[in-house]
């Protein structure tokens, strides 16, 4: 994602010329990457102005890239308060809050961005995102379609359409987005990822995989790669592998259904039948729409002979699979987290 890089010299208003220099050094630093030299300058920045909007945003990003989600919500904070207009503030208040897992604050910052100016692309693309990731895809369809007809060469909109249009059952239609994103911009993240799930339905699994650990250290898209990787290790029967790429999926991110959905495939291909249903459970109680997750609890309860926790999840589930085992029903369905 690209994150606001804050210029002090626009909209500054009170701030001394000595602190608007600084802001920018700063700024220009953290774009270089040398976050060292951006902390100095942005630090010195709020000690001739402790109000400098742009300062404490900034500074609040050289906390993100260094891991620090507290930090950095507070600092956008302050420079909210000194500035409640801040586009670039509130949009990345919103990946600060997104990373933290919580996802309806972070939609409400995305909101407030583009309440302020409805023409900015970023939390635009950001609320996309967060959209799809957590199922609302309806929603988000609508927000890439208005953003492709402002801008339709914007590659990454694109690539982000095409994964709401997979999710909502268009293949064909998320493909010709993939097309059109990747002759624009052959390195465009959500194209690239949107790609690799359309070769996983082909049961290209292997060069999914591979396009995917591509992916794996993107920060806007990585937790996603990581999840379709650990899926795809469940379907090549690389169980060593799974566990070890959902062990920290599970401590980063406990409370996303997916994750539980990938744990629940797991243990049950180990044999782990209790251990499966819990997370499976899981899932369905943090997203009761995953129809896959009460496939695969009907399936255990079946295989531990409770007859009426099948027959009450299979209640839930509007089609029953017709795929063989280990195959599209299972990680790239349209169900399950793959996609």
Excluded: K, M
Excluded at 24 to 34: I, K, P, T, V, Y
Excluded at 126 to 152: D, I, K, S, Y
Excluded at 279 to 296: F, G, K, Q, V
Excluded at 322 to 335: I, L, Q, V
């Amino acid at each position: 994602a690209a994150l606001g890089l804050a210029l002090a010299g626009c909209g500054a208003g009170a701030s001394s010329s000595l602190a608007r220099s600084l802001s920018d050094e700063g700024a220009q630093a953290l774009a270089a990457g040398r976050l060292e030299d951006a902390e100095a300058s942005l630090r010195l920045a709020l000690e001739v102005d402790p109000s400098a909007p742009e300062a404490h945003a900034n500074l609040g990003l050289v906390r993100l890239a260094r891991g620090d989600l507290g930090g950095a919500e507070a600092e956008l904070r302050a420079a909210l308060r000194a500035r409640e207009d801040f586009v670039e503030a509130w949009s990345d208040l919103g990946i600060v809050l997104e990373r933290r897992g919580e996802e309806a604050d972070a939609s409400r910052a995305y909101l407030r961005a583009l309440s302020i100016d409805p023409l900015r692309p970023e939390p635009r693309v950001q609320l996309a995102r967060l959209l799809v990731r957590t199922g609302r895809v309806v929603e988000a369809r609508a927000h890439l379609l208005r953003l492709v007809a402002a801008r339709p060469d914007d590659p990454e909109a694109l690539g982000l359409l095409a994964w709401a249009e997979l999710r909502t059952g268009r293949p064909i239609a998320a493909g010709e987005r993939v097309r059109q994103a990747l002759e624009l911009d052959p390195e465009a993240t959500s194209a690239r990822f949107v790609h690799a799930l359309l070769r996983a339905r082909r049961g290209e699994l292997e060069p999914a995989r591979e396009a995917l650990l591509e992916l794996e250290p993107d920060p806007a898209i990585g937790h996603e790669a990581r999840l379709r990787i650990a899926a795809i290790d469940v379907l090549l029967g690389d169980l060593a592998a799974a566990r070890a790429r959902l062990s920290g999926l599970l401590d980063d991110d406990p409370f996303d259904p997916a994750v539980r959905l990938v744990a629940a495939a797991l243990l049950r291909e180990e044999g782990d039948a209790r251990g499966a249903l819990a997370h499976a459970r899981e899932a369905r109680e943090l997203d009761p729409s995953l129809e896959e997750a009460w496939r695969i609890e009907a399936e255990l309860c079946d295989r531990i002979e409770d007859r009426a926790c099948a027959a009450s999840a299979r209640a839930h589930v509007r089609i029953a699979p017709t795929g063989a085992r280990g195959g599209e029903d299972d990680a790239p369905s349209e169900s399950a987290p793959s996609e």
